[in-house]
Every structure is written in structure tokens, then in C-alpha cells.
């Protein structure tokens, strides 16, 4: 069995608590969490590939360094007990497809030191369908299960094609799922 994991939000706790460490850095550097969220919200909406940190920073004239400061505690947010299911699962059955700007989120992969946890990692700017269609076709004699916290990213996939997939919506219940399915194996 192979797993397609989604990073933001189900590998890493970017909603409800990096971007909290994000604000009130922001609020330390003198620009208002008000402000912060206006900005990250007007570009996230306008731009297919997500917004990038180095980009609200220059757009409120803070200096570099706040990058560094932001991201060095992103050790903080992994999702510490799906990373120790991962760990069991094993490098050579464990993928990552995520949806971004590309610098953006593998600065924040690296940070939380995951990478030798997963035989590839993906970063699209558009739809998850032909990183996750191209994984199972490269398993196609086994079960690809996709874990992603957006039920849109599984609204558009091809079943036809991957016959081989399952979709688990990783919401309050997403680990619970999971673990199911791994006892059922």
C-alpha cells in the first residue's frame, strides 16, 4: 500500500498554528494582524501558486531576517503523530503532493526535517490530479491512498484511471482513518 500525503495541514499544522506564529511575529515587527490577513488574503486569492512569505515581508518593508525567524520554529507544527505512522509505513511507500509556491514549501519542508520520510516529494501550482494519477499509475498493482485535508483536491481525479486509489479527507477524524485503514492491512 502507498500514501499520498498532503503537507499544509494534515503533515504540518499551518491553519491554526503556524500562521498564528506568523501573525504574531508580524505583530512584533509592527504590522497588524489586520493588515497581515488582508494582504495573505488578497494575494492567496489572486494567485494560483499561494502567496510566499519573502513576499509579505517585502510588501510591509520588514527586513529578511524575519523569514528566518519565522520559519525556525516550524519544528513546532509537525503533526507528531502522523509523522510517527509515517516513520512505520516506511520511506519507500510515502509520497508528498503538495500545492504552493515552490521555495515556499520546501523551505517549510525542510525546516520541520521531514524529507527522509518520503520517497518523492511534489510541489504543483495548480490541481493534485496528475502528481496523484501518475503515483498510482506507477503502483498500479497496489492501493494508493491520497490523505488530504481540502476535499477539493479529490473532486477532479480520474477513478477511471486510478482504480487502485482511495481518498481519505483528513478532518477531525483524518488520523482515526488512517489508522484503520492500516489496521485492516
Known sequence: MKFIFDFDDVLFNNTR????????CLEKAGVSRSKAEEYYKTVRENQLNGIWLKKLLAHFSLKDDLYEKIL???????NKELLLLIKKIGKENCYIVTHGYEEWQRDKIKRVCIEPF??????VQGTKNE????ICAKHKDEEVVFIDDKAKHFE????KKCSN???ILFDDEGLGKL???LSSE
Open 72 to 78: 525556525g520554529k516550524s519544528k513546532d507544527f509537525i
Open 17 to 24: 498554528l503556524f500562521k498564528e506564529h506568523m501573525y504574531l
Open 118 to 123: 518520503f520517497s518523492e516529494i511534489v510541489v
Open 165 to 167: 486509489l482511495k481518498t
Open 179 to 181: 489508522k484503520a485503514i
Open 131 to 134: 502528481a496523484v494519477e501518475k
Open 156 to 159: 477532479n481525479l480520474d477513478f
